[in-house]
């Protein structure tokens, strides 16, 4: 279980990387899609985070 929350916790990183590389290579194109990309990177960002100390809290409260 503590593995797949490992694995899903880092998917986010991979996605957040995505969602910039997609928000990057439109810019010149369409802008209001780049920014749309560029909240989505922050989100996975901040789902990152989120998770990592949900783990934490989880392997904590496991001991």
Known sequence: ???ALK???YAY???????AWDAISN???????SYIS????ALAVFM????KRFRK??????K
């Open 1 to 3: 279980m503590l593995k």
């Open 13 to 19: 990183i991979i996605f957040a990387v995505m969602f």
């Open 57 to 62: 809290k989880f392997e904590d409260r496991q």
């Open 48 to 51: 990152f985070f989120f998770r």
């Open 38 to 41: 560029l909240l989505f990177a």
């Open 7 to 9: 694995f899903f916790q």
């Open 27 to 33: 810019w010149s194109i369409d802008r209001s899609r």
